[in-house]
């Protein structure tokens, strides 16, 4: 799982920054959320990112996975992704996230 970590990886977005969760409208995500194509995720589908250090909402990202959000009660997790040369604490991480993961028990793996 921490092979992943400092990678670059590409981010398609399919939920930007400002828009709601398709399915629970009270979701509204505050950061950019995507997924990485062809990268399956423990769910089956595709590897699920968040991307952290950009304000405006984007249609790609390419960036390097800085943690990984490991749900505890669930079969997935998330990847943290910022631009290169960025630098994003643990408590921002938590903060910008926590929209979506406050559901879950989490661990945040750097």
């Not at 990202?61 to 943690?67: D, Q």
């Amino acid at each position: 799982m921490k092979d992943i970590l400092g990678k670059k990886v590409v981010v398609t977005v399919d939920r930007k920054k400002g828009t709601y969760h398709p399915e629970h409208k009270d979701i509204l995500y505050e950061v950019n959320y995507g997924y990485v194509e062809n990268v399956l995720a423990g769910d089956g589908e595709e590897q699920d990112a968040y991307i952290l250090g950009i304000d405006h909402p984007v249609e790609r990202f390419e960036g390097i996975v800085t943690a990984i959000i490991h749900r505890i009660n669930d079969n997935e997790d998330k990847w943290v992704v910022i631009p290169v040369n960025a630098v994003v604490s643990d408590e921002e991480i938590l903060r910008k996230t926590n929209f979506q993961e406050k559901f879950f028990k989490i661990r945040l793996i750097r």
